[in-house]
């Protein structure tokens, strides 16, 4: 039973679907992962605004603020992950287009808890770039899928 398995795996219409399956499976066990994390983050986020808002403190706007948004930038970026996930799992392509908005908005949140006295200007240099890049094939994207 196995050798016809086997043998029926090397035809090449039978081992692409092999593949197809393995992609799922995969695709699947990343989304629950995924959710997992998010979860794990959410309740995180919920640890450090409850421990913010009811601990006398008088520098919340200060760097602490900056953390939460970066906390809830980090939130926000896997739930695009979970939609790159979802949404191979449904057309089975990768849109180029939601990754490089989660690319944007991961490297908005690094500039946003950006310690700007313990950053190089090699570093600032690199996230410029970066971010130029990102845009500019943002804008090609969106000027392909729109003509």
């Not at 949140?109 to 310690?115: A, E, S, V």
Request: net charge positive; proline share 1%; hydrophobic share 55%.
């Amino acid at each position: 039973m196995w050798g016809r398995k086997i043998l029926a795996v090397g035809k090449d219409e039978d081992f692409l679907a092999l593949i197809k399956k393995i992609e799922n499976l995969v695709s699947k066990v990343l989304s629950l992962a995924m959710v997992i994390v998010i979860l794990v983050s959410v309740c995180d986020l919920g640890v450090v605004l409850f421990k913010q808002l009811f601990t006398p403190s008088y520098t919340f706007l200060g760097r602490t603020l900056i953390d939460i948004f970066g906390l809830f930038l980090t939130v926000l970026i896997a739930l695009e992950i979970l939609e790159n996930i979802t949404a191979y799992l449904r057309k089975h392509i990768i849109q180029v287009e939601l990754v490089i908005v989660t690319s944007i908005i991961a490297v908005a949140r690094k500039i946003i808890i950006l310690d700007f006295e313990k950053t190089s200007g090699i570093d600032l240099i690199g996230l410029a770039i970066a971010i130029s890049s990102l845009a500019i094939s943002y804008w090609i994207i969106r000027r392909t899928n729109t003509a």
